[in-house]
C-alpha cells in the first residue's frame, strides 16, 4: 500500500485480523497504528507486529491517510463525534461496524470520504468475504487503498449501492453460522446412523472443508459440482430428494430474506 498510513480505532479481533494480514502483505509496521482503550489488548497487538499503539484516539489518527473504525456499532456515533474535531476530508474512512450508514457516519464525523464494509468472522483466518460501499467522495486511489486493506484477510468485492450490505449480511456476513449449523446436523445425523461422536465430527468437518475449497477453486459452479457426484438413483441422489422435498431451497431463502430483514432494521435503529 506504498506509505499509507493506516490507523485503526479499536483494537478487536477484526481490527488485529486486518493487521496480521497487512503485515503478511508486506506492510511496514511503521504504517500501521492501533488506538484503544485496552491496554492489554495494544500490548499484544505490540508485541506481534511491532506496530505503534495509542490510548488517545485523536493523537492515533493524525496524519494517518486511513482511518479504520473497528469499534462496536453500539458506541461508534460516541467515537466518531470525539473525532469529528480532528479527522480532515483528506482521510479516508473505512467503518467495518455492522449497521451503521454511511450517512450517519458523515453526520458524526463531518466528512465524506467513506468506505463501509460487512467482513465475516473467518477474515480471523484470512479467509474472509467482503462486500464493500464507497462515497462519491471516495477517489479511485482510496478505492485502491481500502480493497487491498480488506483483501488482506480474504475476498473482497465492490457493491454499487449501500443498500446491497444488507445482503451482503444476509449470504456471508451471517453466513458461515448456517455451515456451522449444517456441521453439527450432520454430526447428530452421523450419531444417530451409529458413528461415534468423534468420528461424525471429524468426517462432518473434512467434508466441510473439502467441499469448499472444491468448489472455490473449481470453474464449475456449485450447480455443476452438485450435479457431477449425483448418480441417478444412488446414495447423494437419495439425501439430495429428501432434502428438496422438505423444501430446502426455500427455506434457505426465507432464512436470508429474516437476515437481510434484520440488517435493516438494526441500521435504522443505530442510526437514530
Same mark, same amino acid.
Given at each position: 500500500?506504498?506509505k499509507?498510513?493506516? +490507523?485503526?480505532?479499536?483494537?478487536?479481533?477484526? #481490527?488485529?485480523?486486518l493487521?496480521?494480514?497487512? *503485515?503478511?502483505?508486506?506492510v511496514?509496521?511503521?504504517?500501521?497504528?492501533?488506538?484503544?482503550?485496552?491496554?492489554?489488548?495494544?500490548?499484544?497487538?505490540?508485541?506481534?507486529?511491532?506496530?505503534?499503539? %495509542? +490510548?488517545?484516539?485523536?493523537l492515533?489518527?493524525?496524519?494517518?491517510?486511513?482511518?479504520?473504525?473497528?469499534?462496536?456499532?453500539?458506541?461508534?456515533?460516541?467515537? *466518531?463525534?470525539?473525532?469529528?474535531? /480532528?479527522?480532515?476530508?483528506?482521510?479516508?474512512i &473505512?467503518?467495518?461496524? #455492522?449497521?451503521?450508514? *454511511?450517512?450517519?457516519?458523515?453526520e458524526?464525523?463531518?466528512?465524506?470520504?467513506?468506505?463501509?464494509?460487512?467482513?465475516?468472522?473467518?477474515?480471523? &483466518?484470512?479467509?474472509?468475504?467482503?462486500?464493500?460501499?464507497? +462515497? @462519491?467522495?471516495?477517489?479511485?486511489?482510496?478505492?485502491?487503498?481500502?480493497?487491498?486493506?480488506?483483501?488482506?484477510?480474504?475476498?473482497?468485492?465492490?457493491?454499487?449501492?449501500?443498500?446491497?450490505?444488507? !445482503? /451482503?449480511?444476509a449470504?456471508?456476513?451471517?453466513?458461515?453460522?448456517? %455451515?456451522?449449523?449444517?456441521? @453439527?446436523a450432520?454430526?447428530?445425523?452421523?450419531?444417530q446412523?451409529?458413528?461415534?461422536?468423534?468420528?461424525?465430527?471429524?468426517?462432518?468437518?473434512?467434508?466441510?472443508?473439502?467441499? #469448499?475449497?472444491?468448489?472455490?477453486?473449481?470453474?464449475?459452479?456449485?450447480?455443476?459440482?452438485?450435479?457431477?457426484?449425483?448418480?441417478?438413483?444412488?446414495?447423494?441422489a437419495?439425501?439430495?430428494?429428501?432434502?428438496?422435498?422438505?423444501?430446502?431451497? @426455500?427455506?434457505? @431463502?426465507?432464512?436470508?430474506?429474516? #437476515?437481510?430483514?434484520?440488517?435493516?432494521?438494526? !441500521?435504522?435503529?443505530?442510526?437514530?
Amino acid at each position: 500500500m506504498g506509505k499509507t498510513q493506516i +490507523t485503526f480505532i479499536g483494537a478487536g479481533n477484526m #481490527a488485529s485480523s486486518l493487521i496480521g494480514g497487512l *503485515c503478511q502483505q508486506g506492510v511496514a509496521p511503521a504504517q500501521i497504528r492501533a488506538s484503544d482503550p485496552g491496554v492489554a489488548q495494544l500490548e499484544i497487538l505490540s508485541n506481534a507486529y511491532a506496530i505503534q499503539t %495509542f +490510548t488517545d484516539n485523536s493523537l492515533a489518527v493524525r496524519d494517518a491517510d486511513v482511518i479504520v473504525l473497528a469499534v462496536k456499532p453500539q458506541i461508534m456515533r460516541q467515537v *466518531c463525534e470525539q473525532l469529528a474535531a /480532528v479527522v480532515t476530508s483528506k482521510q479516508l474512512i &473505512i467503518s467495518i461496524a #455492522a449497521g451503521i450508514t *454511511c450517512s450517519s457516519l458523515s453526520e458524526w464525523l463531518g466528512v465524506n470520504s467513506i468506505v463501509r464494509c460487512m467482513p465475516n468472522t473467518p477474515s480471523l &483466518i484470512q479467509q474472509g468475504a467482503s462486500g464493500l460501499y464507497a +462515497t @462519491e467522495q471516495v477517489s479511485p486511489s482510496q478505492r485502491q487503498q481500502a480493497e487491498q486493506l480488506l483483501s488482506a484477510v480474504g475476498l473482497a468485492l465492490w457493491l454499487e449501492q449501500e443498500s446491497m450490505i444488507d !445482503a /451482503v449480511t444476509a449470504v456471508s456476513g451471517s453466513g458461515p453460522a448456517y %455451515f456451522f449449523l449444517l456441521i @453439527e446436523a450432520m454430526t447428530h445425523a452421523g450419531v444417530q446412523l451409529g458413528l461415534s461422536a468423534e468420528i461424525a465430527t471429524q468426517l462432518a468437518k473434512q467434508t466441510a472443508k473439502g467441499a #469448499a475449497l472444491m468448489a472455490a477453486q473449481s470453474s464449475l459452479d456449485a450447480t455443476q459440482l452438485r450435479q457431477q457426484v449425483t448418480s441417478p438413483n444412488g446414495t447423494t441422489a437419495a439425501a439430495i430428494s429428501t432434502f428438496q422435498q422438505g423444501g430446502f431451497n @426455500e427455506l434457505v @431463502e426465507r432464512a436470508l430474506r429474516s #437476515a437481510a430483514t434484520r440488517s435493516e432494521e438494526l !441500521a435504522q435503529q443505530l442510526s437514530e
